[in-house]
């Protein structure tokens, strides 16, 4: 009977036309809109997609990890924090690709032409203090 009840109201909630708070002048609506929240939630999670995720190079090889996705202030995704070489952190080297630089196939991210030995050379990435 519960879960009947649970059902219920979730179908209420659904099927009810969102309510549409009247703005008040110069005030800002807080979170997003009902009409944005589909794009939201067909988005990209950074935390369940991305971050983690190994970086291989067009013959298979594993290069790298995203451990970071940087945002530029103009709120675009600017930049993938790359991880390779090391063991338990010791001789890490991180790097800063842009993110078009980055292709998803399949659930795996590709780095056309990348290396370890191309990410090594590339300038260390260091987050500014």
């Keep these: 009977m519960k879960s009947l009840s649970v059902v219920s109201i979730t179908l209420l909630l659904i099927a009810a036309p969102p309510c549409i708070a009247q703005q ?8 997003v809109a009902y009409a944005e929240l589909r794009e939201v939630t067909t988005g990209w999670s950074t935390k369940h997609q991305v971050l983690g ?3 291989f190079n067009d013959q298979g090889e594993i290069i790298g990890k995203i451990d970071d ?4 202030p103009d709120k675009a995704v600017s930049y993938a924090i790359i991880g390779a070489g090391g063991f338990l952190g010791v001789g890490r080297h991180d790097v800063a690709i842009p993110v078009n630089q ?4 399949s659930g795996k991210f590709i780095l056309a032409g990348g290396s370890k030995d191309a990410i090594k ?3 260390e990435f260091e987050y500014a203090r």
């Excluded at 996705?69 to 530029?72: G, K, Q």
């Design 102 to 105: 980055l292709k998803e196939d």
């Design 121 to 123: 050379a590339m300038p």
């Design 53 to 55: 995720k190994k970086v």
């Design 24 to 31: 008040v002048v110069g005030s800002t609506q807080l979170g």
């Design 69 to 72: 996705i940087i945002v530029a």
